[in-house]
T-cell receptor, first 114, second 112 residues
């Protein structure tokens, strides 16, 4: 089955700096890769996603890149702000027979220091 | 739209008791998912429904867990009997298609 690894587990940056979180996946059949932001005491919130027919997608200060050959994808946050502090999860959609599910990474705790 | 609604937000119960978690998906969404989040296992899918029909329940840990979706606007996850290892945050999510899942605020369950 699909396996998603996420790094780093914690990331501390200064306000205004950029932050990059990286994930790798194992199943070459996976074709959908969402990123979620989870604030303390809340449910995960979808912030951006990318499909395997696209190499990069941007939405204001956040962007996601996908390298299908290397089977890795990354989240890029520019001009970080204190409100970006949260846990970020990557995920990959697993296909296989009757299997159809999102497999999540272990999360990255991002702290933006003012 | 109010988003996915879950109740209760917190539940504390004693081992052996029955626990029922409730979810109201976003109106018009055809898919409903139940997830469990723990420090040890992260976010894991328990079961999902499409048009009120259970499609994949392979993530349900034991027969003590059951889920129903009697109509398009309501689902329950029941644990009977509950055990301390069931303590976790349980999320319900819904989506129009399978992708772009929207999560509810979660129910924090503590089994003593």
């Amino acid at each position: 089955g699909e396996n998603v690894e996420q790094h780093p587990s914690t990331l501390s940056v200064q306000e205004g700096d950029s932050a990059v979180i990286k994930c790798t996946y194992s199943d070459s059949a996976s074709n959908y890769f969402p990123w979620y932001k989870q604030e303390l005491g809340k449910g995960p919130q979808l912030i951006i996603d990318i499909r395997s027919n696209v190499g990069e997608k941007k939405d204001q200060r956040i962007a996601v890149t996908l390298n299908k050959t290397a089977k890795h994808f990354s989240l890029h946050i520019t001009e970080t702000q204190p409100e970006d502090s949260a846990v970020y999860f990557c995920a990959a959609r697993e296909y296989g027979g009757a299997t159809n599910k999102l497999i999540f990474g272990t999360g990255t705790l991002l702290a933006v220091q003012p | 739209d109010a988003g996915v609604i879950q109740s209760p937000r917190h539940e504390v119960t004693e081992m052996g008791q029955e626990v029922t978690l409730r979810c109201k998906p976003i109106s018009g969404h055809d898919y409903l998912f139940w997830y469990r989040q723990t420090m040890m296992r992260g976010l894991e899918l328990l079961i999902y429904f499409n048009n009120n029909v259970p499609i994949d329940d392979s993530g349900m840990p034991e027969d003590r867990f059951s889920a129903k979706m009697p109509n398009a606007s309501f689902s329950t996850l029941k644990i009977q009997p509950s055990e301390p290892r069931d303590s976790a945050v349980y999320f319900c999510a819904s989506s129009l298609a399978f992708d772009e899942q929207f999560f509810g605020p979660g129910t924090r369950l503590t089994v003593l």
